[in-house]
C-alpha cells in the first residue's frame, strides 16, 4: 500500500487545518489506520487512530480537538485539526496496518505516509 499525506502548513493558534493522506486503490477497511506526529527532537507518538471496523482512538491531548475520519469511495484518511495549538507543531504521517488487532504503537504499522509539516505559530 502506498501512501500520500498532504494538507499540512503553516497556521496560526486556533485555527483549523485538515490532512489528507490518499491510499493507493485500497479500501481503507481493509487496515487499521493511524496519524502519528514528531516534532524537532522528540519521538514520533500516536496522535489519533481508527480501527478496520470504524472504532476511533486519539491522544489525550488531541481529544475534543482533532477527529479521525476515512471515506472509503475515495480511498482517503482524514485528520481534521481544530483549535490548533503551538504544542501541535510536528510533521505528521499517516499510517495503516493489515494486521486483525489494532495498535496506536507506531511500530506495529507497516505503511508509512512521507509526512506533511503542520507549523502554529502563537
Known amino acids: 500500500v502506498q501512501l500520500q499525506a498532504f494538507g499540512g502548513g503553516l497556521v496560526q493558534a486556533g485555527v483549523s487545518l485538515r490532512l489528507s493522506c490518499a491510499a493507493s486503490g485500497r479500501t481503507l477497511v481493509m487496515y487499521n489506520s493511524g496519524w502519528f506526529r514528531q516534532a524537532p527532537g522528540k519521538e514520533r507518538e500516536f496522535v489519533a487512530g481508527m480501527s478496520r471496523s470504524g472504532s476511533t482512538d486519539y491522544l489525550d491531548s488531541v481529544k475534543g480537538r482533532f477527529t479521525i475520519a476515512r471515506d472509503n469511495a475515495k480511498i482517503t484518511l482524514y485528520l481534521q485539526m481544530n483549535s490548533l495549538k503551538p504544542e501541535d507543531t510536528a510533521v505528521y504521517y499517516c499510517?495503516?496496518?493489515?494486521?486483525?488487532?489494532?495498535?496506536?504503537?507506531?511500530?506495529?504499522?507497516?505503511?508509512w505516509g512521507q509526512g506533511t509539516l503542520v507549523t502554529v505559530s502563537s
Open positions: 499510517a495503516v496496518d493489515g494486521r486483525i488487532r489494532y495498535s496506536r504503537v507506531a511500530d506495529y504499522y507497516d505503511y
